[in-house]
């Protein structure tokens, strides 16, 4: 357990919990509810496994001897990279059936899946250059999002709203793409670069590189408005966001730490603070899922928080938000996740 003190005020309190305990490693961790997924190499290969935390059990999904990797989830869905038939293929697994689906089948990559509710997005090199497709798993049908000959990478999907990075203006931008109208937008255009794009309803979260480091920004696709959320002089990379929480990974402290920004509150606070690097968060509601090095290996952990938000810490961090709201949080222990492109 550890204890978060507050000048003047009772202290707020949390309770980590390891996941996963395999002595190989499992990565790439993806949350939706009380359901997660990762990658596990204790066959010898990448597999993709599930964890229900409601009760604290775990399924191996996929059993084919090449690798399946980069799971995401929505709802009883999972979709993943295959790479059983010699290239990069998008599979789906329906966790109520128990059933896996190949979605793709051309002969070129694709990569980088993300999922929410029937719709499917991923990185396909078919046409010479990356483009973001989408596969909508209730007609079975797959329809190319992007044709600009520049890279398109990265997507991430929240309703019919995707998000992605686009190269075709000599720099990494943020796009968006509403599935509903067919429409592409720019929403950000700074010059110096904005990567790893996350998306919640309207809000836009993502990597931004306009002082000399990386930040974290929000964009509300709503008001197209956008903000700074982070200004420590170090880095902050991957973001992920549900509602009005972020989580990301922050290196102001010598090694790679989860911190939490509630966009309502404009709070921030340090979650993590084990030596080992704590990596790759996702947020769902009240749940988190990172990867944690403290074992040596790669593993998946839980912590759940409870108390009121209360105002600053006795480290200079404001304690709210995230943590002391009762949210819970899931991080990987031990390998540097997986970046999209130019970081």
Do not use: C, W
Not at 4 to 18: D, K
Not at 149 to 161: L, M, N, Y
Not at 204 to 221: H, K, M, P, S
Not at 270 to 284: F, K, L
Request: charged residues 20%; glycine residues 10%.
């Amino acid at each position: 357990m550890a204890l978060f003190l507050v000048a003047g005020v009772a202290a707020a309190t949390y309770v980590e919990t390891r996941v996963t305990g395999d002595p190989n490693e499992q990565v790439s961790p993806a949350l939706d509810g009380d359901k997660a997924v990762y990658e596990d190499n204790r066959n010898g290969n990448a597999d993709i496994y599930a964890y229900d935390l409601s009760t604290s059990s775990e399924t191996r999904l996929t059993y084919n001897t090449s690798d399946q990797s980069i799971p995401k989830i929505s709802g009883d869905k999972v979709v993943y990279e295959d790479y059983r038939n010699g290239n990069a293929d998008i599979y789906a697994y329906d966790l109520s059936t128990g059933v896996e689906t190949r979605l793709t089948s051309d002969a070129a990559e694709q990569v980088e899946p993300a999922i929410s509710g029937d719709k499917v997005v991923y990185e396909d090199y078919r046409n010479g250059n990356a483009d973001i497709y989408a596969y909508d798993l209730s007609t079975g049908v797959e329809t190319r999002l992007t044709s600009d000959s520049h890279d398109q990478v990265g997507p991430a999907i929240s309703g019919d709203k995707v998000v992605y990075e686009d190269y075709r203006n000599g720099n990494a931008d943020i796009y968006s793409y509403d599935l509903s109208g067919g429409v592409e937008t720019r929403i950000i255009s700074d010059g110096s670069g904005q990567t790893n794009p996350a998306i919640s309803g309207d809000k836009v979260v993502y990597e931004d590189y306009r002082n000399g480091n990386a930040d974290i920004y929000a964009y509300d696709l709503s008001t197209g408005t956008g903000s700074r959320l982070t200004t420590a002089g170090s880095n902050q990379t991957l973001p992920s966001v549900s509602g009005s929480q972020v989580v990301y990974e922050d290196d102001r402290n010598g090694n790679s730490d989860i911190y939490s920004y509630d966009m309502a509150a404009n709070i921030e606070m340090r979650v993590t603070s084990d030596p080992g690097e704590q990596v790759y968060p996702a947020i769902s509601g009240i749940r988190v899922v990172f990867e944690d090095s403290r074992n040596t290996q790669a593993d998946i952990y839980l912590v759940e928080g409870s108390g009121t938000p209360v105002g600053v810490g006795t480290n200079g961090i404001a304690i709210a938000g995230l943590l002391m709201s009762g949210v819970a949080l899931i991080f990987m222990i031990g390998r540097r996740a997986r970046q999209s492109f130019a970081i």
